[in-house]
């Protein structure tokens, strides 16, 4: 499986934009890019995922390099609740293996009032 | 859509005990996925089913460790004599049929802590 690098941790303030990077340059054609986040004491919740196209949800965006070996996840307006970790995860569409996650260490994001 | 549940949510046990933990997946989330947390790690995958189907195992499921989906709806997971490294986040997971791209749907798990 393709891997996925991603900061250990990063921080922010409270109302700002933060930009979460995750480098994947070994990434194949038919890998999707998956984000999850993981609240404390909870499981991991989905975020967004996209393919090469830029993609906007309520919850976030996420911005694909055009070579596709890196993208950003932007959470426009940080918020206390959005202190957690991220995982940045790489999911082939046509593989059966595809059909699991396979997290890394995630990047922990702590967000300041 | 009440989520993904799962019961107990901790379990503390001895060293040599079986414990068994319940998921509960979203009705008519046909896959339902096992995984594992320690801390400071990411989950790493166990077993998925595709209704009562074992279609996948990790090499991290030893022969202590054995899932069921009997009726394709709940899951069990049971650990036999049970090991200190054994200590863990189990979360449970499921999706719908639809779509090879759709969510997984996480609940929160069963932590276990093995004395």
């Known amino acids: 499986d393709a891997k996925t690098t991603q900061p250990n941790s990063m921080e922010s303030n409270e109302e700002e934009p933060v930009h979460l990077p995750c480098n994947h340059s070994?990434?194949?054609?038919?890998?999707?890019i998956h984000w999850y986040r993981q609240l404390p004491s909870q499981g991991p919740e989905y975020v967004i995922h996209g393919l090469t196209s830029n993609v906007n949800n309520r919850m976030a965006s996420l911005a694909i390099a055009e070579d596709r070996k890196s993208s950003t996840l932007i959470l426009h307006r940080a918020t206390l609740r959005d202190a957690a970790v991220y995982y940045c995860i790489l999911r082939d569409s046509e593989k059966s293996s595809g059909d699991k996650l396979t997290f890394g260490t995630g990047t922990r994001l702590a967000v300041r009032p | 859509d009440t989520g993904v549940s799962q019961n107990p949510r901790h379990k503390i046990t001895k060293r040599g005990q079986n414990v068994t933990f319940r998921c509960d997946p979203i009705?008519?989330?046909?896959?339902l996925y096992w995984y594992r947390q320690t801390l400071g790690q990411g989950p790493e995958f166990l077993t998925y089913?595709?209704?009562?189907?074992?279609?996948?195992k990790s090499r991290l499921l030893s022969d202590r460790f054995s899932a069921e989906r009997p009726k394709g709806s709940f899951s069990t997971l049971e650990i036999q004599r049970t090991e200190q490294g054994d200590s863990a986040m189990y979360l449970c997971a499921s999706r719908p049929p639809t779509g090879s791209n759709s969510p997984l749907h996480f609940g929160n798990g069963t932590r276990l802590t093995v004395t």
């Open positions: 009705s008519e989330h046909n896959r």
């Open positions: 089913f595709q209704n009562e189907a074992q279609l996948e």
């Open positions: 070994t990434i194949s054609g038919t890998d999707y």
